[in-house]
């Protein structure tokens, strides 16, 4: 099973950067053969992002709407706590990739992010396998 | 489970290797296999339609994205929330 960070998934959506468009959007498509995993954490993170952007709310809505019949993964203490552990060692920063990486380590055993700044901190940290765009 | 892990650095400090007890080794094979024997089946036909239909809407989503903004630092910045 393969976890997206929120950026491939924003990538995905938003047409900017035309390489990581393709690039995400075929991820994507492929890792419906081997069993994707998405998170609420991961919508609220888009909505953010599309928000910020300032899409059409009705835009927002369509894509909530595709993203919500994909069945989110929820976090509950189990991965709020593990995220504290990963948090601790990496020195209290980026609490939301630490939650993803505690989701991701729940569901899945690869993560794909964009994000290299902040993953490779984690990399050393967890077991799943941290592919870095 | 708690490990009493002990790590090799290299002359930088950087984590390269882990030094574990024995009978920690043995129960964190043991959970793998346990974990691996007991991982969910691959996305069934009943999340690859909603994926489909996701990745067709995003092929006609046609934002007017301001072209100043980086979407993907902007996707950063949202993990970068600081506790301290």
Redesign the interface.
Known sequence: MVYFDSDVWINSIVRQNETRHKQSNRLIRESGKQGYVISLLNIQEILFVLGKLKVEPGEIAEVLNDLLLLEPKSHQGKQLKRAGILADRIGYRHINDCLHTAIAEEHSNTLITYNKKDFQKLQAETSLEIIIL | MQLHEQFIVDSQG??KSVILPFDEYQQLKQQLKKHSAS?????GKN??E??????D???K???A???T?D??A???Q???????
């Open positions: 950087k984590k991982a969910k089946p691959v996305a999340r690859q909603p994926l489909s239909v996701f990745l809407h995003n092929k989503r046609k934002f994205v301001d072209p903004i979407v993907s902007l996707a950063d949202v993990n970068d929330v600081r506790l301290s």
